[in-house]
């Protein structure tokens, strides 16, 4: 029997790049669309290295109704979609509201009109625990009220988990939206992993990258709140058990085992992490001193957000399995390797 064919839009980014990986060692065809604004071509080269096979890919923007019509019309034979490709700078969206609305709307709904004109039934949507805002009670379940956005990224994720809800309804089309908490590290090869245009705006990459000498020093947003250093804390997760549940998603979909027409899970590892719980587990793997400041919050920022992982964990069968310390030195290990890259 012919491998089943996945769609894996925004393949050749962070998150995607690692599930494409996933998806080929479990045996899935795999046709990348992407239309490299925040990734690079070489992305391919690096992910064939791993898994041995050149993905299939497709240059263009999704958001593009003809274009992505026309690349419906020539592929006909997908089986399932993962829907990465989007905008995802919180401040940016602050400057570019109308941007992020255009582009990460048009490209889902692009999509979901492909999927209905060629029945094809099944989609992982990439969501956000940007969703919850400061949640009321942690750990956050999927139950959890949805707060109002507090930019125009994280609008555009629970405006698009709205979408699914009504299309999944009315249309013979399942969906699965991964909401993700803080996805960090890279692959075990440091053939890929994250690679932020300019100044990063998250923790980790700022922190590789000022211990590399690229940045001077890390601001640490903050150390007035609530917790138990006074730093924020989050749910960091590595990017390889976010990828391997991605493969767990679509094979729950195409085993037709979905109990609803849109399923949403929390990808968190349930352990809440601070800053200075980063910068220490950073140090204590890679050796480094980093040099860093308190300086103060940054507007937007929730106080503290971790997951609770229960309906993940038993309805996918799916837990974390890499700790903080492994997250930071795979993220470690990958800025390394980018210095002798060539670029
Ligand atoms: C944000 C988004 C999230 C998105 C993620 C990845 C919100 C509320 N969160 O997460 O939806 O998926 O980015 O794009 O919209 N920090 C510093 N110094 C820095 C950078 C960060 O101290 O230079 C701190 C932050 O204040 C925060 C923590 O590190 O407490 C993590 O920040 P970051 O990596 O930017 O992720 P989030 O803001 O949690």
Known sequence: MANKKILVTGGTGFIGSHTVVELQQNGYDVIIVDNLSNSSIDVLDYIAKISGIMPAFEQFDLADGK????????????????????????????????????????????????????????????????????????????????????????????????????????????????RYFNPIGAHDSALIGELPLGVPNNLV???????????????????????????????????????????????????????????????????????????NSFERVSGEKLNYKIVPRRPGDVEMVWADTRFANDELGWKAEKSLDEMMSSAWKWEKALVTRPV
């Not at 949507?125 to 707060?147: H, N, R």
């Not at 555009?156 to 939206?177: D, N």
């Not at 390889?240 to 929390?266: Q, T, W, Y």
């Open 205 to 279: 990459p700022f922190i590789t990258q000022t211990a590399i000498g690229k940045r001077e020093c890390l601001s640490v947003f903050g150390n007035d709140y609530n917790t138990s250093d006074g730093t924020a804390v989050r749910d960091y997760i590595h990017v390889v058990d976010i990828a391997k549940a991605h493969v767990i998603a679509v094979e729950r979909m195409l085993g037709g085992r979905s109990k609803s027409e849109l399923e949403i899970f929390n990808l968190g590892t349930g352990t809440g992490y601070s800053v200075l719980d980063v910068i």
């Open 67 to 178: 274009l992505t019509a026309g690349f419906f019309n020539r592929n006909n034979n997908i089986d399932g979609i993962i829907h990465f490709a989007a905008f995802k700078a919180v401040g940016e969206s602050m400057a570019k509201p109308l941007d992020y609305y255009r582009n990460n709307l048009q490209s889902l709904i692009n999509l979901l009109e492909g999927m209905k004109t060629h029945a094809i039934s099944n989609m992982v949507f990439s969501s956000s625990c940007t969703v919850y805002g400061q949640p009321d009670e942690l750990p956050v379940t999927e139950k959890a009220p949805i707060k109002p956005a507090w930019s125009p990224y994280g609008n555009t994720k629970q405006m698009c988990e709205e979408i699914l809800r009504f299309v999944t309804h009315s249309h013979p089309v399942h969906a699965i939206a991964l």
